[in-house]
């Protein structure tokens, strides 16, 4: 088993960063890749970026490149979302996630450990 600890979100205005910390502990070794999901109210939930727990390789969405960068730190078994020039529409509950399968993946049913969750609300 896995267990994700989400902290870092919070109420900023557009234009602002912020950075999200995930903490894993548990049978760690056994994940290949971490991500970053969102939900905004009303809408479905939402890839936001993707790290390989090796390599490092990563993957974003079309709608936070050049904004948002994931980063890892294994010493540590945490992985970050750094976030900035945020917008409104960026306002969303963060989960993130562990796959102990894929490395890559984009697809939230390849991920079997999430957190809690925490909200991020940008203002205008």
């Known amino acids: 088993q896995v267990q994700l600890v989400e902290s870092g979100g919070g109420l900023v205005q557009a234009g602002d960063s912020l950075r999200l910390s995930c903490a894993a502990s548990?049978?760690?070794?056994?994940?290949?890749?971490m991500g970053w999901f969102r939900r905004a109210p009303g809408k479905e939930r939402e890839f936001v970026a993707t790290?390989?727990?090796?390599?490092?390789?990563?993957e974003y969405a079309d709608s936070v490149k050049g904004r948002f960068t994931i980063s890892r730190d294994n010493a540590k078994n945490t992985w970050y979302l750094q976030m900035n020039s945020l917008k409104p529409e960026d306002t969303a509950v963060y989960y993130c996630?562990?796959?102990?399968?894929?490395?890559?993946?984009?697809?939230?049913?390849?991920?079997?450990?999430w957190g809690q969750g925490t909200q991020v609300t940008v203002s205008s």
């Open positions: 548990g049978r760690t070794f056994s994940i290949y890749a």
């Open positions: 996630a562990a796959s102990t399968y894929y490395s890559g993946s984009v697809n939230p049913n390849t991920y079997g450990y």
């Open positions: 790290v390989a727990w090796r390599g490092g390789t990563t």
